[in-house]
Every structure is written in structure tokens, then in C-alpha cells.
């Protein structure tokens, strides 16, 4: 099967071809037929869609201007907050929380006039790499049900992949949008640390957590993106940068330098995963470009590194989960120090306890410089050595998990397994640069396979261009599950 391209629908929009009406109800009847199989949706908001489909219709019959979406309908990540719509980060704790106001990405694409459909799945609090976590149960990938569709934005691969949904958004911790795309097979984009507000993000790891797009193409990417990038004054990590007209410049592709560091193709990665991302980058250099060899040498030091400060940082930031001032609180306790014991006892799944403990043991006095301090001196070499690589390569490509999608259940109480599969992931984020997913081919057993390609910061252009590029000289983007 193939899929219809983000370009494609948006001219088909702005020609009158289609209405943003008609395409909802294609979107919703698509979520109503396989939503009960794949579980991407979480919540679906069917009046306020439709609404926001009408409103647009109508301006376009009256001759109104309509903005860039143009009534494209899209569906977020369960930790991205919307008004009166319930916002659960896939967690006990906050089963029944229904924010008060919009994230900054979600003002972003409403004025341009997207849709919002609804609320998809992910591992509890974005810790996971499975989407098995969640309260709501497991994620299925459309490729097939039996595997997993990846972490913890799980639940925007599968609705992109399964044709729910053209777009999605995701948020990205240590490759939380790339590899559920790559399991997925379709793209998937952390953009620079800042380069989008994180505004209305349930914080998970401050540091290092960034909101980006996945869709079917780059061109879906890339529209995305331009709506939801830009600086906002409600969090001081967001960047002042202009915002470059992605979309408008994805044909422009120049000749790049591809930095390859065979630190990717050590042991543990699939022998199939190794053959197509070769193969991508044999198909990059007929093209034009150069193939370079880099080196990351600290990059082995990556998931030990991540794992402290990640943790580190959600023991603090889910401290304010108390059961006291909203989230689960448990019914039965003895006094206040007990309340907060039991609530999130309760309220906390296993791998998000695992991960506080974790993080609190790593803060704690007489182990903070051993562990905390000594991560983010290893984290500082790892933007060392991208440093050194971009002096002389303008992206580094490799592979973007070490294997395609696993069996559901296969590493689930197995946490080392767990958190090396995103060992190829966690450095991007490490080192606060972008990052892309593209499907670059399937395993014999018919799983996506994606090539990651990582830019210095603030070149998401070079990374969108290169992989409109490869998308224009191959089709393993517009194969979509049966």
C-alpha cells in the first residue's frame, strides 16, 4: 500500500479538491476502524475537530486568507497540555488532570490553522522506549501488532504510520520521536535544544526534553516544524532565532559532507540495519555527496551519561506530583507524610519509580560529584567530539535503533535491553542538536529500517534538505502497512 503525501493533501486543501470537513471525518473514520488494534489514541475530541474543520471550510468559501496547515488535521503526545482536554502523561497519577491552558505548540498550530484530533499514547511520563508503560496499555505497530512501536512517542508513530493522522507531534528526551518513527516507518525530528518552546510539556528530563514533528514525509516535517518553532517568552530556554521557510527550501539541497562514525557499526547492531543504512548512504554519495569518516569516541559513554542526568532531573521535576495539589491521591493513609507515600506509591508505575530512585539516589549526598557531576562532564565531552566532527562533515548519518522493532513484551523486564535501544539516540539529544529519522528500507520479515542523520545546532535546513533529497531518489516512505 502507499500513502498520500503531506504536499499532496495540502494542495489538494488549497484547490478545493478537498475539505478540511471531509478530511477529518476520513482521519476519525480511520481512528474509529483502527484504533482498537493499534491503541495510538488515548482521547479523541471528534466536536472540537470538526468544529475547527467547519470554521476553516468557511473562510476558504468566503475568500479568507487560511494559514500554512490549512486545516491539515494533526493529534499530539499525551504530555502535551490543552485546554479542557484531559492530560495524563500516560500515568495514574494524573488520570483525571485536565489542564487550564494551551502549550505553546498547540497556540502555534491552531493559528495555522491545524486540527487537532486529539491525544495520543506514551510511555508513563516519556519513560520508555516500548509505549508499554502507559496506563492505557501497549501501543501495537501497524507493521505488525505482536511488535512494539517504539518509545516513548509510540503513539504518534502508529497513528502517522496507520494513516490516523497525516501529522503528529512528539517529544523527544533521548530519542523519543526517532525511534518509534524508524519503527515505524515514517519521519520523525528533534530539532535543536530551544529551537521550539516547551511551554505546556510535562517536564520529564529539563535538559534535554525537546517537542518536534513526525509525518509521512520530510515536506510534513518541515511544514510542521515552521508552525511550532520560533522563541516564546514563557520558557528561558527558547531560543531567539528566526525561523527559516523550511517548506520553500527543501528543493535547494546542496552537496553535503556525511560524517560516518563506525562507532555506529560496532557490535549489537542488526546485521540488516547495518546493510540498508549503508545502502541509504550509497544511494546519498550517487547522488553528490561525500561520505566522510568521523569519529565520536565518547559516545560509548552516552547511555551511562543519559541515564544519570535524565533521572537526576525527573526525580526533581516529578516531586511536584503529590497527590496535594492535583493527581491521584490515595484514599486510604495514616497522616500527611503517609498521603504522600501512598499516592505516589500508587500513582507511579515501576519504570518511573525505577527512574526517581534512580535520579535520587544519583543527587544524594557524598554521590552527587561521583555520579551527577561526573555525567555532565561526560556529557560535555560528547559535544566535544560532534564539535570536532562538524569542522569537517555537515551531517553525520547512522543507524537509528541497533534493531527493528521487537516482539511486545520481549525487553519489558529487562531495563539495560530497554534503555540500549536507544543507544544510537541518546547523544543528539546529549549534545542539544538535531536530528531526523527516514525510512531507508525493511528487514526480511517486512519491518522499517531508518537511517538517523544529526546536524550541528540550528541546521535543521541541511537536515530537512538531505532528507526531502533521499526521499526524491527512493519510495520506502510512501509503503504504508496493509
Not at 173 to 199: D, E, L, N
Not at 306 to 316: G, H, P, R
Request: aromatic share 8%; glycine share 10%; hydrophobic share 40%.
Amino acid at each position: 500500500m502507499t500513502r498520500v503525501s503531506t504536499q499532496q493533501l495540502l494542495q489538494q486543501l488549497q484547490s478545493g479538491a478537498l475539505t478540511a470537513r471531509s478530511l477529518t471525518e476520513q482521519c476519525l473514520a480511520t481512528i474509529e476502524q483502527r484504533n482498537s488494534t493499534l491503541n495510538a489514541f488515548v482521547l479523541v475530541d471528534a466536536e472540537r475537530a470538526l468544529k475547527k474543520a467547519d470554521s476553516i471550510d468557511a473562510r476558504r468559501r468566503a475568500g479568507q486568507s487560511v494559514g500554512p496547515m490549512a486545516g491539515l488535521p494533526f493529534a499530539v503526545k499525551d504530555n502535551i497540555c490543552v485546554t479542557g482536554m484531559r492530560t495524563t502523561c500516560g500515568s495514574r497519577i494524573l488520570n483525571n488532570f485536565v489542564p487550564p491552558y494551551d502549550a505553546h505548540v498547540i497556540e502555534r498550530l491552531e493559528a495555522c490553522d491545524g486540527i487537532l484530533i486529539g491525544k495520543l499514547n506514551q510511555d508513563e511520563f516519556a519513560m520508555g522506549s516500548s509505549t508499554e508503560t502507559s496506563i492505557f496499555g501497549a501501543g501495537r505497530n501497524p507493521w505488525d501488532t505482536n511488535r512494539s512501536a517504539g518509545g516513548s512517542s509510540g503513539g504518534a508513530a502508529i497513528a502517522v504510520a496507520s494513516g490516523m493522522v497525516p501529522l503528529a507531534l512528539g517529544s523527544d528526551t533521548g530519542g523519543s520521536i526517532r525511534q518509534p518513527a524508524s519503527f515505524c516507518g515514517v519521519v520523525g525530528m528533534k530539532p535543536t535544544y530551544g529551537r521550539v518552546s516547551r511551554y505546556g510539556l510535562v517536564a520529564y528530563a529539563s535538559s534535554l526534553d525537546q517537542i518536534g514533528p513526525l509525518a509521512t514525509d520530510a515536506f510534513g516535517a518541515a511544514l510542521m516544524l515552521q508552525c511550532i518553532a520560533g522563541h516564546d517568552g514563557r520558557d528561558s530556554t527558547s531560543l531567539k532565532q528566526s525561523v527559516p521557510e523550511w517548506t520553500s527550501e527543501l528543493q535547494a539541497a546542496a552537496p553535503v559532507r556525511i560524517g560516518v562514525a563506525e562507532e555506529y557499526f560496532a557490535e549489537g547492531l542488526d546485521p540488516e540495519v547495518a546493510k540498508h543504512v549503508r545502502a541509504a548512504l550509497k544511494t546519498l554519495e550517487e547522488a553528490g555527496a561525500t561520505i566522510v569518516p568521523v569519529s565520536l569516541p565518547h559516545s560509548k559513554y552516552a547511555v551511562a551519561a543519559y541515564y544519570l542526568i535524565a533521572c537526576s532531573e525527573a526525580s526533581s521535576n516529578l516531586a511536584r506530583f503529590d497527590g496535594i495539589h492535583y493527581g491521584h491521591r490515595a484514599e486510604k493513609f495514616n497522616d500527611l507524610v503517609d498521603l504522600y507515600c501512598q499516592s505516589r506509591g500508587e500513582g507511579f508505575g515501576s519504570e518511573v519509580k525505577r527512574r526517581i530512585m534512580l535520579g535520587t539516589y544519583a543527587l544524594s549526598a557524598g554521590y552527587y560529584d561521583a555520579y551527577y557531576l561526573k555525567a555532565l562532564r561526560v556529557r560535555r565531552k560528547i559535544r566535544e567530539d560532534f564539535d570536532r566532527a562538524f569542522e569537517t562533515v555537515d551531517l553525520i548519518a547512522g543507524p537509528v535503533a541497533p534493531t527493528p522493532a521487537f516482539a511486545l513484551g520481549e525487553k519489558l523486564d529487562d531495563p539495560l535491553a530497554m534503555y540500549l535501544s536507544d543507544i544510537y539516540t541518546i547523544s543528539t539529544n546529549l549534545a542539544g542538536l538535531p536530528g531526523i529519522s527516514i525510512p531507508c528500507g525493511f528487514s526480511s520479515s517486512g519491518l522499517p529500517i531508518g537511517l538517523q542523520l544529526q546536524a550541528p545546532t540550528l541546521c535543521e535546513t541541511r537536515l530537512l534538505q538531505t532528507a526531502a533529497q533521499y526521499q526524491q531518489l527512493t519510495q520506502w516512505h510512501e509503503r504504508a502497512p496493509k
